[in-house]
Nanobody, 124 residues
Framework: QVQLVESGGGLVQAGGSLGLSCAAS????????MAWFRQAPGKEREFVAA????????YYSDSVKGRDTISRDNAKNTVYLQMNNLKPEDTAVYYC?????????????????WGQGTQVTVSS
């Protein structure tokens, strides 16, 4: 099993930047593909970005492509999400997730481990 704890959320003005971190404990994070999802009030949880076990492949939703960067430091058992040019519609609770599927996926139900989430609020 792996335990995930997100940090770095907060309040930022539109156009600003914010960096999220996800610290893993338990099994080493190298066993898992990692991803960030987000959920806004009244909406379903949606895929934001994912990164393969080695960090060699990354995937982004169309809504954040070109603005966000997912990365990982396997030596530190940590995954990051750097968010730039933030928009009010990026406001949500952001969750870190881990998957031991063969391929990297963007489907929330394929991720078996989740953090508690961190709030990101973007003001206009």
């Amino acid at each position: 099993q792996v335990q995930l704890v997100e940090s770095g959320g907060g309040l930022v003005q539109a156009g600003g930047s914010l960096g999220l971190s996800c610290a893993a404990s338990g099994r080493t994070v190298t066993n898992y593909h990692m991803a960030w999802f987000r959920q806004a009030p009244g909406k379903e949880r949606e895929f934001v970005a994912a990164i393969s076990r080695s960090g060699g492949s990354t995937y982004y939703s169309d809504s954040v492509k070109g603005r966000d960067t997912i990365s990982r430091d396997n030596a530190k058992n940590t995954v990051y999400l750097q968010m730039n040019n933030l928009k009010p519609e990026d406001t949500a609770v952001y969750y870190c997730a881990a998957s031991n599927t063969i391929a990297v996926v963007s489907i929330a139900s394929r991720y078996g481990y989740w953090g508690q989430g961190t709030q990101v609020t973007v003001s206009s």
